[in-house]
């Protein structure tokens, strides 16, 4: 089994692609979206269908594959090699996907969103998308070495360990101009530069996979969907580096991407791939998977480093860089798991190749978990530089229900809210944080008019005080003192000033906090304030125009646009709508508990939320 | 942890400013040994001579380049380094850590002297169960630093304290008192009578010295310290363990509680 | 003074813990994976077992307690037969996971974080599991409910 040399990697990758030319697959997505709405459920019942029809295992073949995408019309399917894409497929229809599908090769009209066009391209979600870290979604079971090598896989490591060379291949990093695409967008190769110049062994690879935002899957659904492109990066990363271990560091919550990491570098290994001598060569790399135990701190590089050496995951003062004294005090590097994975992308087509993707000084592609309130949700891959708008608009399909955009909340809670504006905005690690927010790990959650810019300022806060791990002053006795006000502000006993008040202590945090994430959890409440200081000043007086915030507001119904279909009065839960069928409604405020149900189910929009004083 | 690194042993010497004043320093010392050296007083709390820096409590922030950066870690690297010790953002720093502690710790005097060198002020808002701590730390690196590591600071958040495993009175303390002599609160509280000590809930029995019967060590302690306490009168033993304990005087009346 | 609080020893059996320690060689690094380790096999992590984990690896007693207080999926005190977890990620937070949590509360007589007298169930919350796009959504054990309302709550197998 073991890869003696290049040859008989190239030679095992052309009999792999010699195979019989008649084999279809269908590939179930494994998705956390897809696995959710019961893909595991629809794969057994696809197997247990296959075997029942009596078709071939080895021509007609089943497997999970990554994450597709449009989580929210899961479970999702997709038929290789006619690329037909099919959604919503129950156990139920499990016979005739099979029968139709995986015998014949033909469509299933009912379960394609575009009978017209059956690849998942032809849709709008996908159109704009660049699949270059997903590339191997939908292609390939994660689980399968042999799939992983027959998509080109390993071609990267041999071309820099027989072209190459280290100093090649760190140059082709530090060209490309890749960018950490974990949080704050430092560029890879001046950390890369810094660890060749830093003395010490062992020297060492990270991979951050702790992935902690809430709102956030895409770290998760690369582990599990094409946990070998993490692998070969690591293993690239370390021959250009000099580094002998490697560990990918995975949030606790993500047993499957343990798994199938697990997995990916046992495969590895059995290969030659890791441990000694690899490739025949004198290059020696092995590679583990170390869980986290629940902390979002521990996505901070020294918090995470220590948690590995088996201490609390508090971050440390970093005036030293890890690249000269990271994980037990030797030359580290640590990179995020989709940082990673570009790399062998990079030093296999070169920085040229690279730059050509994306915008000026941000080359690349960056995964985006969009959630919220589109029409489309999902896991989303777009060239760095692609407009806001066009990823709310045409990827995600607008605003659902025809409400209107208010703002987008991206970074998670190191990040901030954005308003109407930020449509025009581009998405990369520059204009981000100029605007206030962040690209964070890539979460970006879709706000309507109903959403409440206090309340997300309030719930990011809550999380944030949560997850404080107690070490600094600032964040550990700020953060609470922040969410107090925030919740005076949403419960309407805000006082004249709080919104004043919050931004400074906001801006003090943000400059005394020890680490990065303490620094940053200033974010929601100044970004927040910046671009909606208005309906913060509001709150101070008790009102609520979004109608989120229970008490402060009274719906009121709009004569002219009520159309009298009494959906309002049917999700009432206090009676408090009043009217006969076909009559227009009215809300008796009196009665009013605030819960904002029919200001969600009103499809005309003829119901605001007004200040209480205002209604009589 | 740069302090201790062996890579900064160059000798280099480095000239810059402090607020404004001409100074040189050794490469790789920290901003607050290079102020100290010329006798530019820069607060401190979580900070304390001979214990390994910790950088929690913020409140020894300097500017340099605009930048706040806390004095008590941040090695002088490079000639012509500029640092104010007094800005106006230097202050409103640490006007809003130390309103922050005083929180915490309303009636700490070493707090409530620099609050009102600094115009902070606690805000009856925010502050709810003062229990005198301000998860400093210092009781718990000097405990490390003895090498008995009883006590650590447990839980996260706003909810972190200093306390012996399970809440219960921690089984490898030795008596020593450094916990409550690097306290700057003055928080550990210990008693002795009748030739006993009585601190973390715990009694250790205290053996006086053969030559003049002042009592000095625990049992526990000798035990703990072997070969290196035995022989000793107890004013020798009460240097050795001052040294042991580098710089350990009481502060703020420490010895509270008797 | 910060307190301290003498209690009962707990009754658990722990033959095999010795076992389920040598499992894994006596090294700083695998302190984490360890209490992870005992977490799984008693629900919990019981005095003794931490006592034994800190003799096991030779480090200070103080220190693993403290570690083993850092984390959010160790857990002091028992966990129940099943874990009900309400996610409280961004987008479920926006479609209603407050209102569910209130509901999930009712319906089981547990507040955040509590496990039920008869040890059934914990209800506790977590971050994001990933499955936004069918927020807002619970976790059973390991199996995800979504876009969860009034009606299919009342569908749960709780």
């Given at each position: 089994m073991r890869f003696e040399g290049p040859a008989a990697v190239a030679a095992r990758r052309e009999e792999l692609a010699r195979k019989d030319p008649d084999v279809r697959t269908l590939r179930v997505c494994g998705g956390p979206g897809c696995l959710a709405s019961g893909s595991r459920e629809l794969l057994a019942a696809l197997k247990e269908a296959a075997v029942a029809s009596g078709l071939d295992p080895a021509k007609r073949r089943i497997s999970f594959t990554g994450c597709l995408g449009l989580c929210e019309r899961g479970p999702l399917l997709e038929l290789d090699p006619e690329g037909h894409f099919l959604r919503?497929?129950?156990?139920?229809d499990a016979a005739e996907v099979v029968g139709t599908a995986l015998g014949e090769g033909k469509l299933v009209p009912r379960l394609s969103p575009n009978p017209e066009s059956p690849e998942k391209e032809s849709l709008e979600f996908y159109g704009p998308q660049k699949r270059l870290i997903m590339r191997r979604f939908g292609k390939i079971d994660p689980e399968s070495f042999d799939d992983y090598l027959a998509t080109g896989g390993y071609e990267a490591l041999v071309i820099s360990l027989f072209e190459s060379g280290p100093a090649e291949t760190l140059r082709r990093v530090a060209e490309s101009g890749l960018r950490g695409r974990g949080g704050g967008g430092f560029p890879a190769g001046l950390k890369w530069k810094a660890m060749t110049g830093a003395k010490g062994t062992p020297r060492y690879v990270l991979a951050n996979g702790d992935e902690g935002d809430p709102g956030a899957f895409m770290n998760r659904s690369l582990m599990e969907g094409d946990p070998l492109a993490v692998v070969e990066g690591l293993t690239i990363g370390a021959f250009a580096l000099g580094a002998e271990r490697g560990i990918i560091y995975v949030r606790n919550e993500y047993p499957l991407s343990v798994a199938r990491l697990e997995k990916a570098i046992a495969g590895a290994r059995a290969r030659g791939l890791l441990g000694e001598n690899i490739l025949g060569t004198d290059f020696s790399f092995d590679l583990s998977v170390t869980e986290g135990g629940g902390a979002f701190v521990c996505g901070e590089s020294t918090a995470l480093m220590a948690s590995i050496e088996g201490r609390e995951g508090t971050p440390r003062v970093k005036y030293v860089r890890s690249t000269e004294a990271g994980l037990w005090d030797k030359p580290t590097v640590l990179q995020n798991v989709e940082t990673w994975a570009n790399v062998p992308l990079i030093a296999a087509n070169g920085p040229e190749w690279f730059k050509g993707i994306g915008a000026k000084g941000n080359p690349g592609t960056k995964v985006f978990s969009l959630a919220g309130e589109t029409r489309n949700t999902g896991l989303v891959e777009l060239p760095l530089g692609t407009k806001v708008g066009v990823l709310v608009n045409v990827v995600g399909g607008g605003v659902r229900k025809g409400r209107r955009f208010k703002a987008i909340q991206s970074g998670g809670p190191s990040g901030g809210c954005l308003p109407e504006s930020a449509l025009e905005l581009p998405l990369d690690f520059d204009h981000l944080t100029e605007a206030g927010a962040m690209m964070g790990s890539g979460g970006i959650i879709v706000m309507d008019d109903l959403s409440c810019p206090v309340d997300v300022a309030r719930y990011f806060t809550g999380f944030l005080a949560e997850e404080s791990c107690g070490k600094c002053v600032p964040c550990r006795e700020a953060l609470p003192v922040l969410r107090e006000v925030l919740s005076d502000l949403t419960r309407g006993s805000g006082r004249k000033g709080d919104t004043d008040f919050l931004e400074k202590q906001a801006g003090l945090l943000k400059e005394t906090a020890l680490c990065g994430l303490g620094q940053s959890a200033a974010n929601p409440v100044l970004s927040t304030i910046r671009h909606f200081r208005e309906e913060y000043l509001e709150h101070e007086s008790g009102y609520c125009r979004s109608g989120r915030c229970r008490g402060l507001y009274v719906p009121v119904i709009d004569p002219g646009a009520c159309r009298a279909c009494g959906s309002c009065q049917k999700v009432c839960p206090a009676g408090a709508v009043g009217g006969k069928k076909k009559e227009k409604r009215t809300v008796a405020a009196g009665k009013c508990v605030g819960c904002g149900a029919c200001l969600k189910a009103c499809a005309f929009f003829a119901i605001r939320a007004e200040r209480k004083e205002h209604v009589g | 942890m740069s302090g201790e690194r062996s890579g900064e042993r160059f000798r280099d010497v480095l000239r810059g400013t402090i607020d404004g004043k001409t100074v040189v320093a050794r490469r790789g010392a920290t901003v607050l040994e290079t102020a100290e050296s010329v006798g530019i007083r820069i607060p401190t709390l979580c900070h304390r001579e001979g214990l390994p820096p910790d950088g929690n409590c913020r409140l020894c922030v300097v500017e340099t380049k605009g930048k706040l950066v806390i004095s008590c870690m941040f090695p002088v690297r490079e000639d012509g380094f500029a640092i104010l010790t007094q800005s106006p953002g230097v202050r409103e720093a640490r006007r809003f850590v130390l309103s922050l502690m005083l929180n915490r710790a309303p009636k700490a005097p070493a707090i409530l002297k620099l609050a009102g060198e600094y115009g902070a002020g606690a805000d009856p808002r925010f502050s709810r169960d003062p229990d005198n701590c301000v998860r400093c730390g210092r009781c718990v690196r000097a405990c490390r630093a003895n090498r008995t590591e009883a006590i650590a600071l447990v839980?996260?958040?706003?909810?972190?304290s200093v306390s012996g495993p399970f809440e219960?009175?921690?089984?490898?303390?030795?008596?020593?008192l450094s916990c409550a002599f690097v306290c700057p609160t003055g928080n550990i509280l210990y008693s002795e009578r009748d030739g006993k000590r009585r601190i973390w809930d715990k009694e250790f029995r205290l053996v006086p010295c053969p030559e003049c019967g002042t009592p000095v060590f625990t049992e526990e302690q000798i035990r703990f310290l072997g070969e290196k306490a035995s022989g000793l009168c107890p004013e020798c033993g009460r240097r050795r363990l001052a040294s042991a304990l580098r710089n350990a005087e009481p502060l703020s009346g420490g010895s509270r509680g008797f | 003074m910060p307190k301290t609080n003498p209690g009962a020893p707990e009754a658990v059996d722990l033959t095999g813990l010795r076992g389920l320690l040598e499992s894994r060689p006596p090294e700083a690094r695998e302190l984490l994976p360890l209490l992870r380790d005992i977490q799984t096999r008693y629900r919990h992590l019981p005095e003794e077992a931490v006592r034994g984990l800190s003799e096991y690896l030779g480090l200070p007693l103080a220190r693993v307690y403290a570690v083993s207080r850092f984390y959010k999926s160790l857990s002091r005190v028992p966990k129940g037969e099943r874990l009900v977890k309400v996610c409280l990620g961004t987008a479920c937070h926006l479609r209603g996971a407050p209102a569910l949590l209130e509901a999930l509360e009712g319906k089981l007589g547990l507040a955040l974080g509590e496990t039920g007298k008869d040890g059934r169930f914990t209800l506790e919350s977590v971050?994001?599991?990933?499955a936004c796009a069918l927020a807002p959504v619970v976790m059973l054990d390991d199996e995800v409910h979504g876009k969860l309302n009034d009606e299919s709550l009342a569908d749960l197998p709780l």
């Amino acid at each position: 089994m073991r890869f003696e040399g290049p040859a008989a990697v190239a030679a095992r990758r052309e009999e792999l692609a010699r195979k019989d030319p008649d084999v279809r697959t269908l590939r179930v997505c494994g998705g956390p979206g897809c696995l959710a709405s019961g893909s595991r459920e629809l794969l057994a019942a696809l197997k247990e269908a296959a075997v029942a029809s009596g078709l071939d295992p080895a021509k007609r073949r089943i497997s999970f594959t990554g994450c597709l995408g449009l989580c929210e019309r899961g479970p999702l399917l997709e038929l290789d090699p006619e690329g037909h894409f099919l959604r919503g497929v129950a156990p139920s229809d499990a016979a005739e996907v099979v029968g139709t599908a995986l015998g014949e090769g033909k469509l299933v009209p009912r379960l394609s969103p575009n009978p017209e066009s059956p690849e998942k391209e032809s849709l709008e979600f996908y159109g704009p998308q660049k699949r270059l870290i997903m590339r191997r979604f939908g292609k390939i079971d994660p689980e399968s070495f042999d799939d992983y090598l027959a998509t080109g896989g390993y071609e990267a490591l041999v071309i820099s360990l027989f072209e190459s060379g280290p100093a090649e291949t760190l140059r082709r990093v530090a060209e490309s101009g890749l960018r950490g695409r974990g949080g704050g967008g430092f560029p890879a190769g001046l950390k890369w530069k810094a660890m060749t110049g830093a003395k010490g062994t062992p020297r060492y690879v990270l991979a951050n996979g702790d992935e902690g935002d809430p709102g956030a899957f895409m770290n998760r659904s690369l582990m599990e969907g094409d946990p070998l492109a993490v692998v070969e990066g690591l293993t690239i990363g370390a021959f250009a580096l000099g580094a002998e271990r490697g560990i990918i560091y995975v949030r606790n919550e993500y047993p499957l991407s343990v798994a199938r990491l697990e997995k990916a570098i046992a495969g590895a290994r059995a290969r030659g791939l890791l441990g000694e001598n690899i490739l025949g060569t004198d290059f020696s790399f092995d590679l583990s998977v170390t869980e986290g135990g629940g902390a979002f701190v521990c996505g901070e590089s020294t918090a995470l480093m220590a948690s590995i050496e088996g201490r609390e995951g508090t971050p440390r003062v970093k005036y030293v860089r890890s690249t000269e004294a990271g994980l037990w005090d030797k030359p580290t590097v640590l990179q995020n798991v989709e940082t990673w994975a570009n790399v062998p992308l990079i030093a296999a087509n070169g920085p040229e190749w690279f730059k050509g993707i994306g915008a000026k000084g941000n080359p690349g592609t960056k995964v985006f978990s969009l959630a919220g309130e589109t029409r489309n949700t999902g896991l989303v891959e777009l060239p760095l530089g692609t407009k806001v708008g066009v990823l709310v608009n045409v990827v995600g399909g607008g605003v659902r229900k025809g409400r209107r955009f208010k703002a987008i909340q991206s970074g998670g809670p190191s990040g901030g809210c954005l308003p109407e504006s930020a449509l025009e905005l581009p998405l990369d690690f520059d204009h981000l944080t100029e605007a206030g927010a962040m690209m964070g790990s890539g979460g970006i959650i879709v706000m309507d008019d109903l959403s409440c810019p206090v309340d997300v300022a309030r719930y990011f806060t809550g999380f944030l005080a949560e997850e404080s791990c107690g070490k600094c002053v600032p964040c550990r006795e700020a953060l609470p003192v922040l969410r107090e006000v925030l919740s005076d502000l949403t419960r309407g006993s805000g006082r004249k000033g709080d919104t004043d008040f919050l931004e400074k202590q906001a801006g003090l945090l943000k400059e005394t906090a020890l680490c990065g994430l303490g620094q940053s959890a200033a974010n929601p409440v100044l970004s927040t304030i910046r671009h909606f200081r208005e309906e913060y000043l509001e709150h101070e007086s008790g009102y609520c125009r979004s109608g989120r915030c229970r008490g402060l507001y009274v719906p009121v119904i709009d004569p002219g646009a009520c159309r009298a279909c009494g959906s309002c009065q049917k999700v009432c839960p206090a009676g408090a709508v009043g009217g006969k069928k076909k009559e227009k409604r009215t809300v008796a405020a009196g009665k009013c508990v605030g819960c904002g149900a029919c200001l969600k189910a009103c499809a005309f929009f003829a119901i605001r939320a007004e200040r209480k004083e205002h209604v009589g | 942890m740069s302090g201790e690194r062996s890579g900064e042993r160059f000798r280099d010497v480095l000239r810059g400013t402090i607020d404004g004043k001409t100074v040189v320093a050794r490469r790789g010392a920290t901003v607050l040994e290079t102020a100290e050296s010329v006798g530019i007083r820069i607060p401190t709390l979580c900070h304390r001579e001979g214990l390994p820096p910790d950088g929690n409590c913020r409140l020894c922030v300097v500017e340099t380049k605009g930048k706040l950066v806390i004095s008590c870690m941040f090695p002088v690297r490079e000639d012509g380094f500029a640092i104010l010790t007094q800005s106006p953002g230097v202050r409103e720093a640490r006007r809003f850590v130390l309103s922050l502690m005083l929180n915490r710790a309303p009636k700490a005097p070493a707090i409530l002297k620099l609050a009102g060198e600094y115009g902070a002020g606690a805000d009856p808002r925010f502050s709810r169960d003062p229990d005198n701590c301000v998860r400093c730390g210092r009781c718990v690196r000097a405990c490390r630093a003895n090498r008995t590591e009883a006590i650590a600071l447990v839980g996260r958040g706003f909810e972190r304290s200093v306390s012996g495993p399970f809440e219960k009175p921690p089984p490898d303390c030795v008596g020593c008192l450094s916990c409550a002599f690097v306290c700057p609160t003055g928080n550990i509280l210990y008693s002795e009578r009748d030739g006993k000590r009585r601190i973390w809930d715990k009694e250790f029995r205290l053996v006086p010295c053969p030559e003049c019967g002042t009592p000095v060590f625990t049992e526990e302690q000798i035990r703990f310290l072997g070969e290196k306490a035995s022989g000793l009168c107890p004013e020798c033993g009460r240097r050795r363990l001052a040294s042991a304990l580098r710089n350990a005087e009481p502060l703020s009346g420490g010895s509270r509680g008797f | 003074m910060p307190k301290t609080n003498p209690g009962a020893p707990e009754a658990v059996d722990l033959t095999g813990l010795r076992g389920l320690l040598e499992s894994r060689p006596p090294e700083a690094r695998e302190l984490l994976p360890l209490l992870r380790d005992i977490q799984t096999r008693y629900r919990h992590l019981p005095e003794e077992a931490v006592r034994g984990l800190s003799e096991y690896l030779g480090l200070p007693l103080a220190r693993v307690y403290a570690v083993s207080r850092f984390y959010k999926s160790l857990s002091r005190v028992p966990k129940g037969e099943r874990l009900v977890k309400v996610c409280l990620g961004t987008a479920c937070h926006l479609r209603g996971a407050p209102a569910l949590l209130e509901a999930l509360e009712g319906k089981l007589g547990l507040a955040l974080g509590e496990t039920g007298k008869d040890g059934r169930f914990t209800l506790e919350s977590v971050n994001c599991v990933g499955a936004c796009a069918l927020a807002p959504v619970v976790m059973l054990d390991d199996e995800v409910h979504g876009k969860l309302n009034d009606e299919s709550l009342a569908d749960l197998p709780l």
